[in-house]
């Protein structure tokens, strides 16, 4: 799998805006159609419907019906995409997301918007942090995280191929870009954006940017900070993993989601299974939820942006 890095970090670029892009690529693939709730402009889904309204399915605010409707249409061997912000994707319809897609093995592509407390002044109702994992704990589920718009377009071409269900977790703000084009992705692998001996940083979704900018600035003054990109958080790369573990302080996950069930949990897991003894210490959301504010002044006041690590990570240096 060849990756090319941006030097740095690049232009912004909505990564929710990678998916109304890809659906029109793909859109001459008959098999494929876009089922929506009542939010096609935000979720950029719109996009798909200009050109392709025939196998666009308008399904207005009936998030449960979407996705029986998305089985039974992946029963006859079309290949739906759902359309919604990922607190109406993963937590409305997650019984029937269980049991009339997963327990019934239809290819079916989960893609949900404006995930995390990054969904901003919309408030805690609507910041779905919680769905990883949500989906997560669905058997044969696979979870989907990009960090920019270009590994957007990369996992969303991947769960396209893929024969099976997925979730893709997107989220509402643009942020920078980290890849410099689109890639042939393989689902399962972490991709390691920066190298580092002294900490790892294992990260997904909108944290990496800032996880790769704490390790730039640190750099210059001589602390290798190795950043690793879990563009899947299920299935977890444990090679990276274990990579990521020879750093001399250890691992720290940075993600935008509860404590219990997100990407911390699985990695502490992995850990002491596999008998890997290292200190890892997280930044996350908690047990809590969000709270209205701008994206920016939330990640702030949960430690997610890249002062709140870069504090972190020297607390977490000079404890030796």
Known sequence: MKVNIVEGLGKEIPIRKAY???????????????????????????????????????????????????????????????????????????????LSIAYSNFNVKIVATHAGIATGEDGASHQMSEDISLMSSIPGMVVLSPSDYFSAKSVLRAAYKYNGYVYVRLVRPSSPTIYSGEFDYEIGNAIKLREGKDISIISTGLPVHHAVKVSLELEKEGIGVAVYDFLTVKPLDGEAIRDAAKAKYGILVVEDHVMWGGLGMVVSHFLAKERIYVPINFINLGDSFGRSGKYEDLYKAFGLDAEGIKRKVLEILGSD
Do not use: C
Request: net charge negative.
């Open 20 to 98: 109304g892009d890809f659906l029109v690529e793909i859109g001459e693939d008959r098999r494929v159609v876009v089922l929506d709730a009542d939010l096609g402009h935000s979720t950029n889904a719109v996009k798909f419907k200009e050109k392709y309204p025939e196998r666009y399915i308008e399904l207005g605010i009936q998030e449960q019906n979407m996705m029986g409707i998305a089985a039974g249409l992946s029963a006859v061997g079309l290949i739906p995409f759902t359309s919604s912000f990922a607190i109406f994707s993963a937590g409305r319809p997650w019984e029937q997301i269980r």
